[in-house]
């Protein structure tokens, strides 16, 4: 079966956006498209996606990427279990799925069974 995520339109919209291009430093990327697309099966066709220099960290956009939307749960890794963003979590009613990082004084509850599904997601996505 083959499954196609983006049109050849949306395509051409958005991959000069993407790092690693034959110009660009580092390694170049093999497929891009597929990346993408892997990424858009894994987590669902995405309400909101942020493109940003290749230097800068996703942490950054961590609050924009949930602004405005209803959830009943946010489920993240570690590096997005900062107090400020846990609590914009909070904020928007949503119960956040981010285990605490080893570091923190005072350690948060996370719901260790929910949190599997991130981690079932993550490993996948890393095959590809």
């Given amino acids: 079966m083959t499954r196609t995520v983006l049109k050849d339109?949306?395509?051409?919209?958005?991959?000069?956006l993407l790092p690693g291009k034959a110009s660009d430093c580092?390694?170049?990327?093999t497929d891009n498209r597929k990346f993408i697309e892997a990424v858009l099966w894994i987590v669902g066709n995405p309400v909101r996606l942020l493109l940003t220099a290749g230097q800068t960290s996703e942490y950054t956009q961590a609050e924009a990427l949930i602004e405005g939307f209803a959830a009943g749960y946010i489920l993240a890794d570690k590096g997005y279990a900062s107090d400020r963003?846990?609590?914009a979590i909070e904020n928007s009613h949503?119960?956040?799925?981010i285990p605490s990082k080893k570091n923190r004084k005072v350690s948060r509850e996370c719901d260790k069974e929910l949190y599997k599904v991130n981690e079932i997601s993550l490993n996948d996505f890393s095959k590809n």
């Fill in 9 to 16: 339109d949306q395509w051409e919209r958005i991959k000069d």
């Fill in 26 to 29: 580092g390694v170049a990327a």
């Fill in 85 to 87: 963003f846990v609590s």
């Fill in 94 to 97: 949503a119960v956040p799925v």
